[in-house]
């Protein structure tokens, strides 16, 4: 997790100088963190209502959150929340959606690719479109605030609830086989 979040923050930083990209404003303000808050809440709630009634989702999801939190202790969950949320959202929103012009092509492109790096194995398709449809969720915050602490903060509330939920349903650490 970390050397992943090292490495996106590393092609973040790359793309911006040689692309002369400029990333997304992040400003801190009240309001922002409670929409970040929010759309957290919505994601995890909608994401909990699929891994219901999905099948092939909870099992994507299932596999995919066993091979990541299987081997954390409760306190990395704290560090699941930070790295991917800071370092995929740098990426993804802050700098991706500006050098694709920050229109809605750009989101569509920059969710592809964030579905496809959710994805671990071909078996994983349902948790990639879930992962895109989240972008598209989060890339629209940024271009719809213009700021792109609201995603940031949505993002690292998702990781750690989904990430503290998964835990403490799966206290084994193995999800459900199917």
């Not at 911006?16 to 303000?29: A, D, H, I, K, T």
């Not at 719809?144 to 509330?157: C, D, E, F, G, S």
């Not at 939920?165 to 084994?172: A, Q």
Request: proline share 5%.
């Amino acid at each position: 997790m970390g050397v992943t979040a090292l490495i996106l923050l590393v092609v973040s930083r790359i793309w911006q100088y040689l692309g002369n990209v400029s990333l997304m404003p992040l400003r801190f303000n009240g309001s922002s963190l409670v929409l970040g808050l929010g759309i957290a809440l919505g994601i995890s709630f909608t994401s909990s209502l699929i891994y219901r009634f999905w099948e092939p989702y909870r099992r994507s999801a299932n596999f995919y959150l066993q091979l990541v939190l299987k081997p954390l202790v409760w306190p990395d969950l704290i560090w699941l929340g930070l790295l991917p949320g800071l370092s995929e959202e740098l990426l993804f929103r802050g700098v991706m959606l500006p050098a694709f012009g920050g229109t809605w092509l750009a989101v569509v492109i920059s969710s592809l690719l964030f579905g496809v790096l959710h994805m671990s194995t071909l078996q994983q398709w349902p948790y990639m479109i879930w992962a895109t449809v989240i972008g598209c969720v989060l890339g629209y915050s940024a271009i719809a605030t213009q700021n792109l602490l609201v995603p940031i903060v949505a993002h690292i509330i998702t990781n750690f609830l989904s990430g503290f939920l998964w835990k403490f349903t799966h206290p084994s650490g193995v999800g459900e086989s199917n």
